[in-house]
């Protein structure tokens, strides 16, 4: 079960609180569609399906259809929930017809209860037409396809009663249809007539609540954590679901401190591409070892040919200064390369704007990726010559920024990344039919991962630092005598 489940998997008590402050306001509401999007256990599940015993109770002869997009998590999340909800407000003078999959109550009223999820593509849309209801409730609606969201509409056809298409999402990312009024979402502001947009907070549920429960939340998704959002105040944003990569080995108190640039040492630039979001980030090496992450930008549903502007101003900005400054740009590889060399890549615009990235043809290549997760690791679980944290994220809040097509606003992802924003995938990689484990590519925070990976990869793993360096010169000079002498014999030779 991932950590943003319903709270449907929670026991309800034997009475419920009176629904107060914005959950009363969300029972009322009569809007034809609304989204009903919250934290843990604010009790949106609880409050929607609630709200769809109200109208069967008062609208004798009603018909509604609440569902789960699986039909398993239907039947073994959502039903049990109704039932035990159904038992609290006395409303159990039904039976479940099992040829039809629903409830039919004495009063006339039905509730069918079935998931939505297709077979195969020629059946996807079998279970919805032919269907017609006033009311509908997609429970934990961001697993929804947006085509079948759509869908729903169509089934609120029935006669004389009054209409009402609700979802209840765990909060979902901003490039998801349930954010895109375009697409049938529901805009934050409200913009679109007839759909209600409502946000829940974990400290909204307070009177349902054991203020320690409370407490407990908030201490482990504190405010600068990747879930704080999602977790406890119901943001859209980054939903991060699964096993921490780095959970054992980051420590944000280690970690993210204060760096200053050597311009002496290289700066180190990755560029990586994503489904929706590009990111760039600039590292240094340390002297005697380590990585330490500088600054970065994220772009949120942007081209690339509108990001590059962006970077080149604050590169210019944030480095431009330093004396004799030099660039090291990476990107990933940009695939097999047609025969006469002119395949349009992201590569060739990176070209365009005056960069010139490396890169290893194997970078995205499981066992490869997985060797530099755990050369990261390894930087973070020690101190390098110079008695520092061998890997450091700088701690300047401007230096760290989103970028969308609303402007620029500060956001830690570098650091939200390592400390939970990379996870593990369920599914391993066979790589000479040994099972690899491979990260998840949310298209988020592997687009960092893989940037951080890239510079490791082509500038860092194998290659002695600038401290082995020096060390290597001393100790050939010391074998030498001293500075360089000319032999006596030889082409060089003074005699020659």
């Known amino acids: 079960m991932s950590e943003l489940e319903s709270e449907s998997e929670k026991p309800l008590p034997e009475s419920l609180n009176p629904w107060q402050g914005i959950h009363e306001e969300i029972f009322n509401d009569t809007t034809p569609e609304r989204d009903v999007e919250g934290s843990r256990m604010c009790a949106k599940t609880t409050l929607c399906l609630d709200n769809e015993i109200y109208y069967l109770k008062k609208y004798p002869g009603i018909k509604s259809l609440i569902f789960r997009y699986s039909d398993t998590a239907t039947r073994t999340k959502l ?3 109704f039932e035990e909800l159904c038992r609290i407000r ?6 479940w017809d099992s040829r039809e999959l629903c409830y039919n109550f004495t009063n006339g009223s039905k509730v069918y209860a079935f998931g939505l999820k297709a077979a195969n593509a020629n059946q996807r849309y079998e279970k919805l ?4 209801v006033s009311r509908v409730y997609s429970d934990q609606s961001e697993e929804l396809p947006a085509d079948i969201g759509q869908e729903l509409r169509a089934s609120l056809r029935q ?13 979902p990312g901003t490039n998801h249809w349930l954010a895109d009024g375009r697409h049938g979402g529901f805009p934050t502001d409200n913009s679109i007539k007839g759909r209600k947009y409502y946000r829940l907070r974990l400290r909204d549920n307070a009177y349902n609540l054991d203020p320690a429960d409370i407490e407990r939340m908030e201490r482990t998704f504190p405010p600068d954590h990747a879930k704080h ?9 980054v939903n991060v679901i699964g096993e921490a990569v780095f959970e054992e080995t980051f420590r944000r108190q280690l970690h993210v401190r204060p760096l200053r640039v050597d311009s002496s040492i290289p700066l180190l630039e990755a560029f990586d591409f994503g489904k929706f979001n590009v990111v760039w980030c600039v590292a240094q090496r340390f002297h005697s070892g380590g990585l330490a992450f500088l600054a970065g930008i994220i772009g949120e549903n942007l081209f690339l040919e509108d990001f590059l502007p962006v970077v080149q101003e604050h590169r210019e900005e944030w480095f431009g200064a330093l004396p004799d400054v030099q660039f090291r740009t990476t990107c990933p590889p940009p695939g097999q390369v047609a025969n006469n060399g002119t395949r349009f890549t992201n590569l060739t615009l990176l070209h365009r704007a005056g960069f010139r990235p490396a890169y290893r043809d194997n970078a995205n290549a499981a066992d490869v990726r997985l060797a530099l997760i755990e050369q990261l690791a390894g930087y973070m679980r020690r101190r390098n010559a110079g008695g520092h944290e061998a890997f450091g994220i700088n701690d300047e809040e401007s230096r760290w920024l989103k970028v969308s ?35 998840k590519d949310d298209d988020w925070f592997a687009n960092v991962a893989r940037a951080a990976s890239n510079i490791e990869l082509n500038f860092c793993a194998n290659r002695p630092t600038e401290a082995e360096r020096e060390a290597r010169a001393a100790k050939t000079r010391a074998m030498s005598g001293g500075p360089y002498q000319p032999g006596l014999t030889g082409r060089d030779s003074w005699m020659a």
Do not use: C
């Open 79 to 81: 039903i049990p929930r």
């Open 90 to 95: 006395g409303a159990t003078d039904y039976e």
């Open 129 to 132: 037409r032919g269907l017609d």
């Open 159 to 171: 006669k004389g009663f009054p209409h009402q298409l609700t979802f209840s999402p765990n909060p």
């Open 229 to 237: 959002g999602p977790m406890i105040l119901g943001t859209r944003g």
């Open 405 to 439: 097509h609303v402007g620029l606003e500060p956001w830690p992802f570098m650091a939200q990344a390592f400390e939970a924003g990379i996870v593990w995938d369920e599914h391993l990689r066979s790589v000479s039919n040994n099972p690899v484990r491979q990260i």
